[in-house]
């Protein structure tokens, strides 16, 4: 079955300390991308990747740090999490890119709360 | 930079139409489309159309695009209570690899 696996679904963590969301597909996408989704403030794209070792910042990056070292994962990092990072996180894999026209496939979620 | 807008809450009465309206500022805008988040989940995409088209219809789904206006809608005919959800636009062009989405609608059917 086609998916986007996110784990952890689920995480309660304390201010400063290092996390990692993990994030993999089984379809070959090349594009892959995080959000944050807040109340009132949509989804908004915090980095992308166009393909392996290909990463840039998407609108709201601060924070955040991400890898790409093989095609199927990419694990969003908070180095010092903090409070204002609470929110609920998509990954999203597409074969190519938006503009391309191509359908995003999304995880299920992880919903992060930073105490 | 680009923006996308949405309002935030729509009710309607099974049975009935619902329109969900969005506006872009995007001049550039490629492909705009629209996800449904049930609850709970992700986003699963509906339809999307082409900026160079100003309608497209999908079984009870009518996507209607003007563009001068920049203004998207999503027309949900028939409404069924399994129809309530959240439904984001999103817009899409070629100058970056972002999709830019909407607050997201949340669409609540009454029985």
């Known amino acids: 079955e086609a998916q986007v696996t996110q784990n952890p679904r689920y995480l309660i963590t304390v201010t400063g300390k290092k996390l990692t969301v993990t994030c993999s597909q089984n379809m070959n996408h090349e594009y892959m991308s995080w959000y944050r989704q807040d109340p009132g403030l949509g989804l908004r794209q915090i980095y992308y990747?166009?393909?392996?070792?290909?990463?840039d910042k998407g609108d709201v990056p601060e924070g955040y740090k991400v890898s790409r070292k093989e095609k199927r994962n990419f694990p969003l990092i908070l180095e010092s999490p903090s409070p204002n990072q609470t929110s609920l996180y998509f990954c999203a894999s597409s074969l190519g890119g938006p503009w391309l026209n191509t359908e995003a496939f999304f995880g299920q979620g992880t919903r992060l709360t930073v105490v | 930079g680009e923006d996308v807008e949405q309002s935030l809450f729509l009710s309607v009465r099974e049975g009935d139409s619902s329109v969900i309206n969005c506006t872009y500022t995007d001049s550039s805008s490629t492909y705009l489309y629209w996800y449904k988040q049930e609850p709970g989940a992700g986003l699963q995409l509906l339809t999307y159309i082409f900026s160079n088209m100003d309608m497209k219809q999908d079984q009870r789904l009518t996507v209607l695009l003007n563009k001068k206006d920049k203004h998207l809608s999503l027309r949900i005919a028939d409404t069924q209570t399994g129809d309530s959800a959240i439904y984001f636009c999103a817009e899409s062009n070629n100058q970056g690899g972002k999709l830019i989405f909407g607050q997201g609608t949340e669409l609540s059917v009454k029985p």
């Open positions: 990747s166009m393909n392996v070792e290909v990463t």
